[in-house]
């Protein structure tokens, strides 16, 4: 395997003029002014001092020790720090709000720089900051030159621009740049990009700063924090990706009124979403209350039309609870009992992984046997499908380095893509076709449902050749029902003998069937695919 070039020590600055330079061209009407101009002026800086500021941005924080700022690549900073401050990117100086500096500072800083607290240098530096604000009071000036930066929020917008969500940031670049991983080839347009107006990009800003504020505040068990998130929650939107981030965070706050015993106001929030847990959680508030009535009507409703495949599973398992199915209005096929799966139990040395075990058992016996746990099918999903998951879609995608379509998990994904979907359906003939053209044309490029590392060629030829057209059409029919939970639950092991074939999903002592797991398995039940759980004992 070859080794990947090392990186330039520049390769930070280059990461971001492609991410500006890809914004600026596709989404210049949507930046404010106060944006261009920083974009423009900071294209006109030197290139030492545009590393230096990139670097500030990439900060966690806003507030700097001028002296501790050093980066080998860039030498001396304080003369770039001085062209930032000229041309307005930052401020140079000693005074900064307490909490700012008092955090900012080592306590070793702190100790030198306010020489009149009477502490011993061994106390906490909270005991130092404490004892500081005391003698001090709240106006600090520090002996230590401060750097600010001025606009930082400006990454958040491009990066948001670029890569669509809140979470990935310039860390990206560096996987694509190292050759860690290569991307499909795929038309990033204007008339494809995923926000159309400013109002949009401010919105979702901010209900990325609420979902922050209700991660940390869950994080440090503070949630009377989370609680008062419900005053500063916005509106129902009409652009469907906003109002379904929009509905996460509400079912979020919802549940920590529910976790806090009051049901009422939980009760309110869930019912402004359609997003789940929404209509589970009002089921189970409604049962508390002894609303059976109002909770059997949406069962019924979750039963008929599931939001996802863990929905309906816990609809089910609603529908059977004494209340609900003594009240009796919910269908009689909510109620009944899913047919024993089929299961072996083998007696074996556990000297290595049980499955490993398993398998060599079945190898001995004349079986082909693959550990393919979720990648068989999930793979033969991705190849067949390849072309139509890297369609042009509005808002699919919005930067080279994406793994499928931004919008893989969302309710507008089978609708934007209906027609191809059904028309490849109808040659599922040629699966064999349509699998092998994509495994040897995009062999090792990145895609959210191929895992090179692991598929081979010979174990998708073995189940395209056992697996009949219906079987097959079904398996894509339900990872395409429900993409992100019927990824999961395959069993662990593929193995064939001749014109034989199973699927086996090995359980070691103490382990049991999750939910996901069984549905997968009923389901192979269903469609007369063979599939059976095999327990394992240890050989004392």
């Given at each position: ?6 990186l ?113 240098k ?8 404490a ?15 401060l ?51 400013r109002?949009h ?35 129902p ?37 359609t ?87 079945y ?18 999903f ?25 919008d ?79 990824r ?53």
């Amino acid at each position: 395997m070859t080794q990947p070039d090392p990186l330039s020590p520049y390769y930070y600055h280059h990461n971001f003029q492609s991410l500006m330079d890809l914004v600026s061209e596709r989404d210049w009407d949507l930046l404010t002014e106060q944006e261009r101009i920083w974009i423009t002026t900071f294209q006109q800086l030197s290139f030492k001092a545009q590393c230096l500021l990139i670097r500030l941005l990439m900060r966690r924080h806003d507030w700097f020790v001028a002296e501790s700022l050093f980066y080998p690549e860039l030498g001396e900073t304080q003369p770039l720090l001085n062209v930032l401050a000229e041309q307005k990117f930052v401020s140079i100086t000693h005074s900064a709000p307490a909490n700012v500096l008092l955090n900012l500072l080592s306590k070793s800083q702190l100790i030198a720089a306010f020489p009149a607290v009477i502490l011993s240098k061994s106390a906490r530096k909270k005991q130092w900051q404490a004892a500081i604000i005391e003698t001090y009071g709240e106006s600090l000036t520090s002996p230590y030159s401060l750097v600010v930066c001025h606009h930082p929020d400006i990454l958040a917008v491009l990066l948001l621009l670029y890569f669509g969500n809140s979470r990935q940031d310039l860390s990206q670049f560096v996987v694509a740049e190292l050759g860690i991983q290569r991307f499909e080839s795929y038309p990033i347009r204007r008339a494809e990009r995923l926000f159309q107006h400013r109002r949009h990009i401010d919105d979702w800003l901010h209900l990325s700063a609420l979902n922050e504020m209700a991660w940390q505040a869950r994080k440090a068990k503070r949630p009377e924090a989370i609680l008062a998130l419900k005053s500063h929650l916005p509106e129902p939107f009409d652009w469907s990706p906003l109002e379904r981030k929009r509905q996460r965070l509400a079912n979020r706050i919802a549940r920590e009124f529910e976790r806090q015993g009051d049901l009422l106001t939980a009760l309110s929030l869930y019912q402004t979403t359609t997003q789940p847990p929404s209509q589970e959680r009002q089921a189970r508030i409604l049962i508390k209350q002894g609303e059976i009535e109002a909770a059997s009507n949406i069962i019924a409703t979750m039963i008929r039309v599931p939001h996802d495949e863990e929905e309906l599973d816990v609809a089910y398992r609603l529908a059977k609870q004494k209340p609900v199915r003594t009240f009796g209005n919910l269908a009689p096929s909510a109620l009944v009992r899913q047919p024993a799966l089929p299961t072996q139990t083998l007696t074996l040395p556990l000297n290595q992984r049980v499955e490993n075990e398993v398998a060599d058992h079945y190898r001995q016996q004349g079986w082909q046997v693959w550990y393919s746990e979720n990648s068989l099918l999930n793979a033969l999903f991705g190849l067949f499908f390849w072309d139509i998951l890297f369609l042009s879609v509005r808002g699919a995608f919005l930067n080279p380095f994406q793994r499928g379509p931004r919008d893989l998990y969302s309710d507008d994904f089978i609708t934007q893509r209906q027609s191809q979907i059904d028309a490849r359906l109808a040659e599922i003939g040629r699966a064999h076709h349509w699998v092998a053209h994509h495994y040897q044309q995009k062999q090792g490029i990145n895609n959210d449902w191929v895992n090179w590392s692991v598929i081979e060629w010979p174990l998708l030829e073995a189940a395209l050749s056992v697996l009949t057209e219906s079987q097959l059409t079904a398996c894509f029919a339900r990872i395409l029902f429900d993409r992100q939970h019927n990824r999961r639950g395959h069993p662990d092991l593929f193995m064939c003998q001749g014109t034989h074939y199973q699927w086996v999903e090995v359980k070691g002592p103490g382990d049991v069937l999750q939910p996901h797991q069984t549905r997968w398995l009923q389901f192979f039940l269903q469609h007369h695919i063979p599939a059976k759980v095999t327990y394992v004992t240890p050989l004392e």
